[in-house]
């Protein structure tokens, strides 16, 4: 039963144009999401994170947007760099313990 | 600035050998975790410690143990190693006010069991 969802395996964009990751989640009691960026080889970054009473929060190139009533988020990176490739995990929380999804792979094209 | 260190880094088993994945933190967070990453999985919970002297299972926890050594120190044990262990596992550390800053991870073990 997969309580975090993303169901892009990979996804493509030419650079400098904007990429956008999504993400589903099923449970309700979920209060916390966040991104996080895996490079080969390397363990997992955090991106950015969002609380579930904001729908928006921006850092840099990067947003993230969140909509409760669909239960889904998305990251937006504008604009997209070459050294955006890498696989990206969303994570959700309800205590203090986090839900990852499966991870998208992003290629960014030069 | 080391982080969150795992030892070691790669290692090969046979099925029913016995081994321990050390992990260990210098930011002085309280909570610990050990996760599993594998293809179309995702990251999943093991085992975590909230604090220095306990723990708790996550989400898929059998065939593994650990110990909460110390505040720095947390280890994950496989007593009897299957195939179905083959994975990457991660460590990772956080403090209060982890969901803004997030979990801090180690750069993986990657275990296979041949």
């Known amino acids: 039963d997969q309580q975090v969802k993303q169901n892009s395996p990979s996804l493509s964009v030419q650079e400098g144009r904007i990429s956008i990751l999504n993400c589903d989640y099923t449970n309700s009691m979920f209060d916390y999401f966040l991104w996080y960026k895996k490079y080969p080889a390397e363990g997992p970054t955090f991106l950015i994170s969002?609380?579930?009473?904001?729908d928006k929060n921006e850092d840099g190139r990067f947003t993230v947007f969140l909509n409760k009533s669909a239960k889904h988020l998305s990251l937006h990176i504008v604009p997209s760099q070459p050294g955006d490739s890498a696989v990206y995990f969303c994570?959700?929380?309800?205590?203090?313990?986090?839900?990852f999804g499966t991870g998208t792979r992003l290629t960014i094209i030069p | 600035n080391a982080g969150v260190t795992q030892t070691p880094k790669f290692q090969v088993l046979k099925t029913g050998q016995s081994m321990t994945l050390q992990c260990a933190q210098d930011?002085?967070?309280?909570?610990m975790y050990w996760y599993r990453q594998d293809p179309g999985m995702g990251l999943r919970l093991i085992y975590y410690s909230a604090s220095e002297g306990t723990t708790d299972k996550g989400e898929v926890p059998n065939g593994y143990n650990v110990s909460r050594l110390n505040k720095r120190e947390f280890s994950l044990r496989l007593e009897s190693a299957a195939p179905s262990q083959t994975s990457v596992y991660f460590c990772?550390?956080?403090?209060?006010?982890?969901?803004?800053?997030?979990?801090?991870f180690g750069s993986g073990t990657r275990l296979t069991v041949v």
């Open positions: 930011m002085n967070h309280n909570s």
């Open positions: 994570a959700a929380s309800d205590d203090e313990k986090l839900t």
């Open positions: 990772a550390s956080s403090e209060a006010g982890f969901l803004i800053y997030g979990y801090t």
């Open positions: 969002i609380s579930s009473i904001k």
